[in-house]
């Protein structure tokens, strides 16, 4: 056990749905991550926040969006679903962020768009 | 642009034989480096991690791992494969200026009774 919670562990959804996936850091660590594995893409860094502030993006589409709340919990809101958003969504959390530091990874959750 | 590269894709090893996992980055600088382990359904397990210093690192389960610089390689090692290490291996960067982490394509390691 990483220590770092995500839910839903599935999720199923249509097209054109938007939905919400929730991680909850490692306590203490201030960075949380957001990954998508796909059988096309791999395993594709999404966004990254340190203590509520946006820190780095990376192939992120504009239906996606994120955000890190007061508790340092994230939210990766998805929206007008397609069928090709159908993927493993991994959180992870850092301790700090600029530097050594190694991330821990959740359980993810596994989005199926129909 | 930066990468990280697995050259093998599939590998098949006997229980209790020796195991070793490639994996070659191509950076500015000396990045980062870390092993994770996805076994089926689960999420990423850190086996092991290079920041600095002894180039050879070991990890949990019986695994290390050792930095080459001249030859931009991170190579997984394990002596006496189990049939439990069955699972798909990833090696991954971090340049440190962010902390976004480019992954391999990931090794798919099956053990042979």
């Known amino acids: 056990d990483s220590g770092v919670t995500q839910t839903p562990k599935h999720l199923i959804t249509a097209t054109g749905q938007r939905v919400t996936l929730r991680c909850s850091p490692r306590s203490g660590d201030l960075s949380v991550y957001w990954y998508q594995q796909s059988l096309d893409q791999g395993l594709q860094f999404l966004i990254q926040y340190y203590n509520g502030e946006e820190r780095a993006k990376g192939n992120i589409l504009e239906r996606f969006s994120a955000q890190q709340f007061p508790d340092l919990h994230s939210e990766l809101n998805l929206s007008s679903l397609e069928l090709g958003d159908s993927a493993l969504y991994f959180c992870a959390s850092s301790s700090g962020t600029g530097g050594p530091y190694e991330q821990y990874f959740g359980p993810g959750t596994r989005l199926t768009v129909t | 642009a930066q990468s990280v590269t697995q050259p093998d894709i599939h590998i098949t090893v006997s229980e209790g034989a020796s195991l070793e996992l490639r994996c070659n980055y191509s950076?500015?600088?000396?990045?980062?480096l870390f092993w994770y382990v996805q076994s089926p359904g689960q999420g990423l397990q850190l086996l092991l991690k290079y920041f600095s210093g002894d180039t050879l690192v070991q990890g949990i389960k019986g695994f290390e791992a050792e930095f080459k610089r001249s030859q931009s390689s991170f190579n997984l090692r394990k002596p006496s494969v189990h049939w439990s290490d069955a699972a798909e291996y990833f090696c991954a960067a971090h340049g440190g200026a962010t902390n976004k982490l480019i992954f391999g394509t990931g090794t798919l390691l099956a053990v042979q009774p």
């Open positions: 950076y500015g600088a000396t990045p980062y």
